[in-house]
């Protein structure tokens, strides 16, 4: 992959985007004559400040990209030659608290941030999604991941973005990746936060879930903070990057499809599948990298960094 164009975009608390020159310089890049086919989103999780987002988004974009420039002739996979990234940058950070988590009350802090992350991602990611929409580039492929409550951010920024649009452009193809979501494994079924992304007609959107045993923050912590929060509804309090999608997902997205990622992963071990929703289970590569293991409240949520990782991505986003 080779950006035309890279951009890191600063949002607030309150979702709006603190540089005002981000709306036109994605108009500018859109607009331009070069052959810019390929738009990235990317949004890191919680417990990052900027320089923690920063290097987040280095190691992948340069993992990502020798990844890429290494597997240029893959089957079945057509692979960006010009490309507009996108870098979100929140504040996923509680104030005063830089350091690494240290006790279980911190870990379940992650639970504080997720209307924070919705309403990054329904305000300001949103509005660069509309932009997209609003550009005269075609044909455009859009490519969403998201990390921890990233997965919030870009979810969110689909439901608002989509729900907007006077008509849908089916000429716009939407991939989103979902790397061990932090919400709940319900969130995508009829009445959940997002079940909307299942139902819009005319939208080419497939997408990837990821989901390890070995993520201690969302198999161990998550459904802590959900029950201190939900006393008293009751219900699945699991994490979709944890268990993967519950069934009632699974029939609206017309089945799932099943991956199973260990060392030594290829592209074509999930270029192949066909379903609009596509579950790959980290498992076994966390389990051949004992060092991603963050301790005992984070385990492997952050254990992304990985070529087997780049190689699962590219083989969902870029399919042919």
């Known amino acids: 992959m080779c950006p035309a164009f890279a951009v890191t975009v600063p949002i607030n608390e309150n979702g709006i985007i ?9 108009g500018e890049v859109l607009g331009a004559p070069r052959p810019v086919s390929d738009v990235v989103v990317y949004s890191h999780g919680w417990w990052a400040n900027a320089a923690d987002a920063d290097q987040q988004y280095n190691a992948f974009s340069v993992g990502f990209e020798r990844c ?6 893959w089957p079945g996979l057509t692979l960006p030659t010009e490309a507009f990234a996108a870098a979100v940058q929140w504040p996923s950070l509680i104030p005063g608290k830089p350091g690494p988590i240290e006790d279980v009350r911190e870990a379940l802090t992650f639970y504080t941030m997720g209307k924070r992350a919705d309403i990054v991602g329904e305000h300001g990611v949103a509005s660069l999604v509309r932009l997209l929409y609003a550009s005269k580039r075609r044909p455009l492929r859009l490519s969403m991941i998201g990390h921890s ?6 979810c969110s920024a689909l439901v608002s973005a989509l729900a907007q649009l006077p008509a849908i452009d089916p000429t716009i193809r939407i991939r989103v990746a979902l790397l061990e979501a932090a919400f709940n494994r319900v969130a995508l079924a009829p009445g959940g936060a997002y079940a909307q992304l299942s139902t819009y007609p005319g939208v080419d959107l497939r ?3 990821t989901t390890s045993k070995l993520d201690t923050a969302l198999v161990t912590w998550y459904p802590e903070a959900e029950r201190l929060a939900n006393l008293f509804s009751g219900g699945d309090m699991q994490a979709l990057g944890a268990a993967g999608p519950d069934p009632a997902t699974e029939t609206v997205w017309g089945g ?8 030594g992963f290829d592209a074509s071990g999930i270029s192949a599948q066909g379903e609009r929703l596509v579950v790959a289970d980290l498992t076994p590569l966390h389990k051949s990298h004992p060092d991603g293991d ?3 409240f984070m385990g492997h949520h952050s254990d992304i960094y990985l070529v087997e990782v780049y190689r699962l991505l590219a083989g969902f986003l870029f399919r042919t």
């Open 207 to 209: 997408l990837l879930v």
């Open 149 to 154: 409550y990233g997965c919030r951010v870009v």
């Open 294 to 296: 963050a301790g005992p």
């Open 18 to 26: 603190l540089d005002p020159g981000v709306p036109s310089t994605v």
């Open 256 to 263: 799932r499809g099943d991956v199973t990622v260990g060392s």
């Open 68 to 73: 890429l420039m290494d597997h240029v002739s």
